[in-house]
């Protein structure tokens, strides 16, 4: 078995083969997607072999850089490429047996897919304890699950934009201060360092909020702390900090740092999807 599993973002199509269990990939990589996916044909190669027998994705950029992903699956594969979306709910099957999972907004199909998918890999990973979830990319998300040891049920979460959105902001919307390249530091002495330094603290401080509205959510429920997990291309550098002022005063139990959640949610669901075909 050889499937192949997309996470297709606004700025990078993640991929990665994927193992039976659902949590471990053969081979992956990252490919920037180009203006309406032209850099997907260099994935071709990297797709052919060896010849995927299903194909399983999320996607949350473009029309065009969808349709430029569907037809380079197609020219390596005889199998067309599934897309997932977000559901009203996820009861596991396969290396997810035993997980159930509740959408909690009012449209369930509106919840981007690739933070459904993240939320199945993480309650998958940590069963039975309430997450706050976390999407460091283009976006910053934050998904709350509350999670009493049986079913686990999401309850809400934001949107934000991510490091660069906010440093091409000021660069775009003022007169005089550059796309910045600096550093976080603690007193910046430097306009790019300035820039640097306030979005990190907007994204530290974004997370803390709601980790600690999370903290009164649990309790109000009478649920353990919750565990944060990080995952996407900011993660490591929230991780320590987010560590120490978290972690540190009991507003969450632990800080954990997990790549591929979305590709790992994908293949889950790939594994669930395909055990209740077999079983009917």
């Excluded at 190669?45 to 194909?55: F, L, N």
């Excluded at 049920?153 to 660069?164: E, Q, S, T």
């Amino acid at each position: 078995m050889s499937w192949l599993v997309i996470d297709a973002g606004n700025t990078a199509i993640k991929w990665a083969r994927s193992g039976t269990s659902g949590r471990q990939f053969v081979g992956g990589g990252v490919q920037a997607t180009g203006e309406g996916g032209s850099a997907v044909p260099r994935l071709i190669e990297a797709w052919a072999q060896p010849v995927p027998t299903a194909a399983f994705g999320v996607c949350v950029t473009d029309e065009r850089t969808r349709a430029s992903i569907e037809a380079a699956v197609a020219s390596v594969a005889s199998v067309p490429l599934q897309w997932f979306g977000a559901a009203a709910a996820f009861v596991g099957r396969g290396p997810a047996a035993g997980v159930e999972l509740f959408n909690g907004y009012r449209d369930p199909a509106q919840l981007g897919a690739d933070r459904w998918h993240a939320l199945i890999a993480a309650c998958t990973q940590y069963r039975g304890e309430p997450l706050l979830v976390v999407g460091a990319g283009t976006a910053t998300t934050v998904d709350s699950i509350v999670n009493g040891g049986g079913a686990a049920r999401f309850i809400g979460g934001l949107i934000a934009p991510g490091y660069a959105l906010m440093r091409a902001s000021l660069a775009q919307g003022t007169a005089r201060l550059p796309l910045a390249q600096g550093q976080a530091v603690r007193f910046a002495d430097n306009t790019d360092d300035a820039i640097a330094t306030g979005v990190h603290c907007a994204q530290l401080g974004l997370l803390e909020h709601q980790a600690r509205k999370m903290a009164e959510e649990r309790k109000l429920r009478g649920l353990p702390p919750a565990r944060l997990v990080l995952t996407g291309g900011a993660r490591q550098q929230l991780h320590g900090p987010l560590a120490r002022s978290l972690r540190g005063d009991g507003t969450v139990r632990e800080v954990s740092v997990e790549d591929n959640l979305v590709l790992r949610g994908v293949a889950l669901r790939a594994h669930a999807e395909q055990a209740r075909a077999g079983a009917e």
